[in-house]
């Protein structure tokens, strides 16, 4: 029956995501989880971010840079560049 509905309004798909109990996530919860994994990921590894890493995180979350980005800074900055 839901289903039904969406088909029926599918320019409102807020509409269909009330109906079925369902919150929309805000940009700033995405960067906030997004932000958050990699803070985890490196408490796993117990790892310190440094100085740039948590410029960087600061960054996503104000919107400025994607975690993409700082990834590959920090990989530009640790990893070696290898000519063979």
């Known amino acids: 029956m839901d289903a039904l509905?969406?088909?029926?309004?599918p320019s409102a798909p807020s509409v269909f995501l009330a109906r079925?109990?369902?919150k929309k996530i805000s940009k700033q919860t995405?960067?906030?989880k997004a932000v958050g994994s990699v803070l985890a990921s490196l408490r796993i590894e117990k790892?310190?971010?440094g100085d740039y890493v948590v410029k960087g995180m600061h960054e996503c979350l104000s919107g400025k840079r994607s975690t993409?980005?700082?990834l590959q800074e920090?990989?530009?900055h640790h990893v070696p560049l290898r000519r063979v």
């Open 5 to 9: 509905m969406y088909s029926e309004f």
């Open 20 to 22: 079925i109990g369902m």
């Open 30 to 32: 995405v960067r906030s």
């Open 47 to 49: 790892l310190t971010p």
């Open 68 to 70: 993409v980005n700082v």
């Open 74 to 76: 920090v990989m530009r």
